[in-house]
């Protein structure tokens, strides 16, 4: 009986092993990745962009042999699979610069892709053709795997280092290059002209093209005529266009941004604007004047014609000024203004104007307010900021003092009448 029941042990351990079938596993004997890669999107562009470059690199190797057998070990990796894959971008000859370094991407199995950003800058002169960027691949793969026994495994790895050309193409582009750039009669708070030579540095001939300037953002330059036609502007060019500017009174005496397009006809028909280009524009210091005559001085109740003495401070020349003062109480003027003319930068010229003070005015200093009215170089009118002429009103001296006495005048008026009357009656007498 023990017997029977060890045989019966040993006929379920024999079905256990050679009846029922073990776990099988696979085994690639070939295969390897196959990598290749694009830009995705448009790989056309204009001298001067600034690009972000989205390459993608795709994965199409496959594993050419496969063994199913219970005997084998399964593989931790496939044949097919680029292993910790790095992604460098290269400019090779094309007239760009690459900004960003290489990219790490992991690993990267058949049929799959990953994708890679490059930030690029077009350089501005690049000549317009077809370019080939080097793409280095840097990765491993799963090159042989030796199984010991029954549950050893050896594995070898092969490094692999690729590069593919990645062709991107420059168009034909008018590219301009500001020459120049002279400010004429261009001041704080004036209105002048900028005269520029600008110049097609492209690759591109265009046709009914517009030369036009813009206001750089909150730049205190305002184009008045912003246009300029020049019709054909062919590669390698220039030419010469005069604007009409105006400068903001807030500004200082320093220089500020202008940009520069150009709107054009292409090779096809199509009207397309230029990347802009940014100049300094030199602006003068702003038109004042100055009053450097000293105090006029007056009495009460008196007339009188006072002189008061302009200075032109500012960095131009003003043309057709004039002079005019306000008379408040306890004056009053029935000339208060006078004619200037030009004023150079640094000149000076005396105005006259007949004032008359009140009896009733209090002895001190006061401050009229003054402003000139002149003409630019362009005749455009403009009003000086105000400024103070002063009147010293003092107290009369000598026989003024006198005239100036109400009392006293009328002691003198009694006495001139009395003196008169004598004199009538004497010679009364006498006749």
Avoid: W
């Avoid at 000086?384 to 002691?411: E, F, Q, R």
């Amino acid at each position: 009986m023990r017997n029977m029941v060890k045989l019966s042990y040993i006929l379920l351990i024999f079905c256990a092993v050679f009846i029922v079938p073990a776990m099988a596993d696979t085994k690639y004997m070939a295969g390897s990745p196959q990598m290749s890669a694009y830009i995705s999107g448009t790989n056309e562009f204009s001298p001067g962009d600034d690009v972000q470059l989205t390459v993608v690199i795709e994965n199409t190797g496959v594993n050419e042999f496969k063994f199913v057998q219970s005997a084998i070990v399964a593989r931790d990796d496939l044949p097919n699979t680029a292993k910790f894959l790095t992604v460098a971008l290269n400019p090779g000859n094309a007239p760009l610069v690459i900004k960003s370094d290489p990219q790490m991407l992991g690993d990267v199995k058949g049929s799959e892709s990953v994708s890679a950003v490059y930030t690029t800058k077009i350089n501005a002169d690049a000549p317009a053709g077809t370019y080939i960027l080097p793409l280095t691949l840097n990765y491993t793969y799963l090159y042989q795997a030796e199984q010991y026994g029954f549950d050893t495994i050896q594995y070898t790895y092969k490094q692999v280092n690729e590069d593919i050309g990645i062709p991107i193409k420059i168009k034909s582009d008018i590219t301009i290059e500001v020459l120049s750039a002279s400010p004429e009669h261009l001041n704080v708070g004036t209105e002048g002209y900028l005269n520029m030579e600008i110049k097609n540095s492209g690759s591109e001939d265009g046709t009914k093209a517009i030369v036009k300037i813009l206001r750089n953002g909150n730049s205190p330059i305002v184009p008045t005529d912003s246009s300029v036609y020049i019709g054909d502007f062919p590669s390698g060019s220039t030419v010469e266009c005069k604007y009409k500017v105006s400068v903001s009174g807030d500004a200082e005496r320093q220089s500020y941004p202008v940009d520069v397009v150009v709107v054009y006809q292409n090779k096809d028909g199509d009207f397309v604007t230029t990347r802009s280009d940014t100049v300094g524009i030199p602006v003068g210091g702003k038109v004042d004047f100055e009053v450097i005559s000293p105090p006029a001085e007056m009495s009460p109740g008196s007339k009188k014609v006072i002189s008061v003495e302009y200075k032109n401070t500012g960095e131009t020349t003003i043309y057709s000024a004039q002079g005019r003062i306000s008379a408040v109480d306890p004056f009053t003027s029935d000339d208060d203004i006078a004619y200037l003319g030009d004023l150079r930068q640094g000149e000076s010229v005396v105005a006259s104007y007949e004032m008359s003070v009140d009896r009733s005015a209090t002895i001190k200093e006061y401050g009229l307010d003054s402003e000139i009215r002149y003409r630019d170089a362009l005749d455009n009118t403009y009003i000086s900021d105000t400024m103070k002429v002063k009147v010293d009103v003092k107290s009369p001296t000598g026989i003024a003092s006198v005239l100036s006495n109400p009392i006293y005048l009328s002691i003198i008026v009694a006495a001139a009448i009395g003196l008169v009357y004598l004199i009538y009656h004497y010679r009364k007498k006498r006749g």
